[in-house]
C-alpha cells in the first residue's frame, strides 16, 4: 500500500488530544499521539530539565516548534534544536538521545 490510499485528510485540534507523560532519567514528556497506518504523529513537550533515560535508534523527522534542546549521537556528537528547526535521522542510523534544560516543545513524525 502507497502512503496516498492508507491517510486519508485529516484535520488535527491537538488541543483536543489527550497527553501521555512519560518519565525521563530526568523530567518528563508529554506526548499526544496519533497513529496512521505504520506512521506516529506526536505533538511532544519535554520539561525544563529533560533528560531521556534511553539511546534511541527509531528514525524521526522532528520539527522544534518553541525551546532548544540537545542531541546527544552515541559517537559523542551534539546538536542544538532550536525553534523552527528540524533534524531528520533513519531507523537504525544514528542512536541517539536528547535533553534541554529550559523545555521544548515539538512536532515529531516516525
Known sequence: MDIEST?????TDW??????EHSG???FAL???????????????YSAGYIADHWCDKGHIIYCIDGEMTT??????????KKGMSYQVGDHSDSHRSFTETGVSLFIVD
Request: aromatic content about 10%; hydrophobic content about 40%.
Open 72 to 81: 546527544e549521537l552515541n559517537d559523542g556528537r551534539t546538536f542544538v534544536l
Open 15 to 20: 488541543d483536543l488530544v489527550p497527553s501521555e
Open 25 to 27: 532519567e530526568k523530567g
Open 7 to 11: 491517510i486519508p485528510f485529516t484535520s
Open 31 to 45: 506526548w499526544k499521539v496519533l497513529h496512521f497506518g505504520n506512521i506516529r504523529v506526536r505533538r511532544v513537550e
